[in-house]
């Protein structure tokens, strides 16, 4: 295979289809009797392959596949990719959660006179959506901490989230004092000024982005992942 048919696939068929969705790519690069494996569908065809990046699509509408190397051995392409997405509907018998995951897997792609005959993908899809549904599912406070602890420089205490979520839902000074069990004023001030330096930043703006980035608005929203006990969420 020469490389001018490596660069027609990787330009013409894997940038269209998982930068831009042009599906249509697919039947135009496919055999018809294409093997197709993927984790989520397998079979013969291009219609086979459709269907499971049509299911990534709607599960993941802001999914976009970055390929991160590309290796050709003779007629064969192997592609290593990332991909960052929010889960927003149900795949795999899962329901949506609105977090933010993290994938990665590989793409093998056999050629034959211009054309793929065989198809095979393997992911961390289903281990990274199993894992964060159990833990959202299970116990959101501990997802949310855990969250949490990835964007602070140091841990924010279980007050200090306490007072983050309501900070996050709009609420005054004075609403927060009352909601977190009458408080003062400048406790609660307090509070916001320290969320801010472990954050490092300097409004609040910056932290509702990272926070909405992120993808864990969702679980601040639930007032049951919120607790009162002022100890670090994790040493």
């Given at each position: 295979m020469s490389v001018s048919h490596k660069e027609l696939i990787t330009n013409y068929f894997?940038?269209?289809?998982?930068?831009?969705?042009?599906?249509?790519?697919?039947?135009?690069?496919?055999?018809?009797?294409?093997?197709?494996?993927t984790t989520f569908s397998s079979g013969e065809g291009p219609e086979v392959l459709r269907k499971s990046v049509l299911d990534i699509?709607?599960?993941?509408?802001?999914?976009?596949?970055?390929?991160?190397?590309?290796c050709q051995i003779d007629n064969e392409l192997f592609y290593k990719w990332e991909a960052k997405a929010s889960h927003e509907?149900?795949?795999?018998?899962?329901?949506?959660?609105?977090?933010?995951?993290?994938?990665?897997?590989?793409?093998?792609?056999?050629?034959h006179n211009g054309f793929i005959s065989q198809y095979h993908e393997f992911s961390n899809i289903p281990q990274v959506l199993r894992n964060t549904y159990e833990t959202?599912?299970?116990?959101?406070?501990?997802?949310?901490?855990?969250?949490?602890?990835?964007?602070?420089d140091y841990p924010l205490t279980r007050r200090e989230v306490e007072c983050l979520g309501c900070w996050l839902?709009?609420?005054?000074?004075?609403?927060?004092?009352?909601?977190?069990?009458?408080?003062?004023?400048?406790?609660?001030?307090?509070?916001?000024?320290n969320i801010k330096k472990k954050f490092n930043v300097y409004s609040f703006q910056k932290i509702f982005s990272t926070i909405q980035e992120?993808?864990?608005?969702?679980?601040f929203l639930e007032k049951h992942t919120l607790t009162s006990a002022n100890e670090p969420i994790f040493n």
């Open positions: 894997f940038i269209p289809l998982w930068k831009e969705r042009s599906l249509e790519v697919i039947e135009t690069f496919f055999l018809p009797n294409a093997n197709i494996q699509f709607r599960a993941f509408p802001s999914f976009q596949l970055t390929i991160k190397e590309i509907g149900s795949i795999m018998g899962i329901p949506k959660t609105c977090l933010i995951m993290n994938f990665k897997g590989i793409i093998t792609a056999k050629i959202f599912r299970l116990d959101p406070k501990t997802h949310l901490y855990m969250e949490l602890r990835k964007l602070t839902q709009g609420c005054s000074i004075k609403e927060t004092a009352k909601e977190m069990g009458g408080l003062s004023a400048r406790t609660v001030q307090t509070y916001r000024e992120q993808g864990i608005m969702p679980l």
